[in-house]
């Protein structure tokens, strides 16, 4: 299968770029294909505004849904945006590696989405959900939270899936993804090496099977 | 009262902007102080990263929040997030200004709060929802929708109140904030220009009588 990898942490030692290294390179043992985007890194640039574009319809008034329909005829979409494209298109499994910023994605990821996934691209007039761009591709969120599990409860933070939800519905099965069950690490900097070792086996080794879910 | 505004819209055209100087100037008007934040307008860069701070306790492993308590000892704290900082402690009354980006808020705002609410100084162990350092502050959020309100509900998009919840909960509630109800303006890219007039004199009407909420 082709797999795409995106990776939103500012720290290379982080545990959540163990996560991602760990798996590509389960992944790519197991013969699938893997493509990244390591978002720190390549110093992705997430406002969303003109410089989406490499040329406007109309530079005086911005209207980025009429632009991105437009830019899809004209391709004029600039680089950091249609190569991000290529690579959801391209593939058949997206994992998004993160850490939980205030109950949702960092900026960074946050903006990747806002550029990426354009109007007449991704999805368009009753071109969403089951009939959506990317019916047949499946999503996985692995996240790392701060807090503990016991606080992910109704009457606290609010149960995972309640904060999850926005992301699951409104933006993976919106475009047509089918959502596969989301990798939680609760309060990570509190695990131990041997803890931290066994959530990264456990992470290689779902991913081999990856296809079968 | 003193009011805190920020709006996130790349274009000084829209609505958002509109709604946003309206705002201004009912509360103005009304004898109330009146401080902004204009995300695009002031070219904030919402990647949180080692920027966020002048110096560094780890520069060579980054923990967002172990710098975050440095800073806050050593007055470490990059003069962007300072004055925003400052802006909020100041505020009785916080008002977000934003389009609906991916069914929460465009990258640029998430950036500024993945920024601005700092472990120490916003929240700490056992310094959250009823004990948070913002109870006693009110905090309010207008929002634009591309799409129609009759789309956002459970087996659609969801309920607009399950979109925002992660928000309402997870950073205005957790922080201490009192959640006002928000303002939703369904289908903008539709009204006309009479329902335009209507909503803003709306709007000035509620913000004038804010202190009653």
Request: with cysteine; aromatic share 14%; net charge neutral.
């Amino acid at each position: 299968m082709k797999i795409f990898i995106v990776l939103a942490h500012p720290e290379e030692k982080s545990f959540n770029a163990a996560l991602f290294h760990t798996a590509i390179n389960a992944l790519a043992g197991a013969g699938h294909e893997v493509k990244t985007t390591n978002l720190y890194i390549s110093n992705f640039q997430p406002v969303s505004d003109k410089r989406n574009f490499t040329h406007l319809k109309n530079a005086d008034y911005f209207k980025q849904q009429e632009e991105e329909k437009y830019a899809l005829r004209q391709n004029a979409f600039s680089p950091d945006i249609l190569s991000e494209q290529e690579k959801v298109q391209w593939c058949d499994v997206m994992i998004w590696q993160f850490p939980l910023y205030w109950f949702s994605v960092p900026a960074i990821l946050k903006g990747w989405i806002d550029k990426v996934f354009t109007m007449g691209k991704f999805y368009d007039n009753g071109k969403i959900y089951d009939n959506g761009f990317s019916v047949g591709k499946k999503a996985l969120l692995s996240v790392t939270t701060g807090g503990p599990q016991k606080n992910y409860v109704a009457d606290n933070y609010g149960s995972i899936s309640s904060i999850l939800f926005p992301i699951h519905r409104g933006i993976l099965e919106f475009l047509g993804f089918s959502v596969l069950q989301p990798k939680i690490i609760y309060s990570v900097e509190r695990l131990d090496d041997k803890e931290r070792k066994m959530i990264l086996d456990h992470w290689a080794e779902r991913l081999m099977n990856i296809d079968k879910e």
